[in-house]
Each structure stands twice: as C-alpha cells, then as structure tokens.
C-alpha cells in the first residue's frame, strides 16, 4: 500500500508542475514495449530470465526548459505490459501434462513495469519542421507479476507474486516534427529483483521466491503540447 500512495504522490506532482509552469511542456506517447537481454530470455537455466513478450508503452512526461539552452528537466511515467513467450507458455504445460495434468487450464502471468522518471532532456531544433532530442535519467520501477493461476480435476492453484520496486536508468532519443510530435526509442534498464511470493491451493500456502532482471526497449509515437 506503502508503494501505491508513492506512485499516487508523484502523479499528483506531475499535474500540480504542469498546471504551475505554464512554459512547460507535456508529452504523452505509446507504442511498442520490447524485453531485451534476461527479461526476453526462455532459457530455463539463467536464473534472471523472464521470458517476456513483447507488449505495450504508454506513457506521460513533463518538460521544464532551462531558458534558452535546450537543455529541459523532464519528469515521467511508463506503463509498460507484457505476457509471457509462446515458447514459455507451451513449456508450462508440457511441465504440467509430465504431472499428469492434461486437461488443465492456465491462466499466464503478466508482467507490469512503472517506472517513474526523472531527469535532463537536450532538445536541437533545427526549424520549425524538423528537430531531435536525446535524454537521460534515473528510474523507480515497480515491478508486478499478476497472478498464475491454474485448474484442473475440480481443484485451483494460485501463484501470487508481491510487488517489487528498485532504481534503474533511462537513455533515450528521437526526432521531433513540427515541433509536436516525437518519435522516440527509450532504453529502461530497471534493474534486479528478488521477487517473492506465495502459491496458494487445497486448502494449504507455501512461500515461493525467484530472481528476475527486467530491461526494456520501447518504440513510441508521442504528441507534445
């Protein structure tokens, strides 16, 4: 709950900056969401792997100029979303009909990633047509796997995963077109993570625990205003 009231907080912020700073700027963009590296690896033996598919980004971002520099403040958040690898789907279930299990139905985890952003943008317009734009920063992430849950012969076992946070890095980039729209790559490497839970069913709980290391790629197309 402790971690909910923080992202809250910083929502709010973002609005109060946005509504006090009137030569700011607001960017909201969406687009394509890629696992790279651990998070994108199905290989059962590394131990950070996720196994990530590739999903969905939409984000928010605020821009505060330094005076004519280029140079901007900018402050954000992501919400990224991904399943899970058809290969990794399908090798669950192979695991679970080697049980015996072959008339179960499973429902996947996801993975949700919300970084929340803060950092120095460098903006070089070079008319009113055409600019670009490079960034860096820092990022807290939290991380949530929703719940796995499984049913077969009339019985229901539930994997559920706590939330995770951890700080990590952003550097990103683009082009700017009529000085309103971007497009932009963003790389988030949001770090290690020791996540932990509890599988739950008949009647009985036991903890679980594993390692994850989620990074991503993210392709956007943005409108600022």
């Known amino acids: ?20 700073y009137s030569q700011g700027n607001i960017l909201i963009h969406v687009g394509p969401s890629f696992p790279i590296s651990d998070f994108a690896s ?14 969905i ?8 100029p330094l005076k004519e520099s280029g140079f901007s403040l900018f402050g954000g958040i992501d919400f990224n979303y991904n399943g899970l690898k058809k290969d990794v789907r399908n090798e669950m279930k192979r695991a679970y009909k080697s049980l015996g299990l072959n ?10 990633n919300i970084p929340i952003t803060a950092g120095l943008n460098y903006a070089f317009v070079a008319d009113d047509e055409i600019g670009v734009f490079a960034n860096v920063g820092l990022a807290l992430n ?12 009339g019985q229901t ?36 993570y020791d996540i932990d839970g509890e599988v739950k069913g008949s009647g009985a709980s036991d903890d679980i625990e594993g390692k994850i290391r989620a990074n991503l790629l993210a392709l956007t197309l943005g409108y600022q205003f």
């Open 1 to 20: 709950m402790k971690k909910i009231k923080i992202i809250v907080l910083v929502l709010l912020s973002f609005f109060l900056m946005s509504k006090t």
């Open 42 to 55: 199905d290989d059962f033996d590394d131990k950070y792997a996720g196994g990530a598919a590739g999903g």
């Open 57 to 64: 980004n939409i984000g928010f971002q605020y821009l505060y």
């Open 103 to 112: 008339n179960s139905d499973i429902k996947f985890s996801k993975y949700i």
């Open 142 to 153: 939290f991380l949530k796997i929703t719940d796995m849950e499984s049913k077969a012969y």
């Open 157 to 192: 076992v539930t994997n559920e995963m706590d939330l995770a946070s951890r700080f990590g890095l952003k550097v990103g980039g683009g082009i700017l077109i009529k000085q309103k729209f971007s497009i932009s790559v963003d790389y988030m490497g949001l770090g290690k």
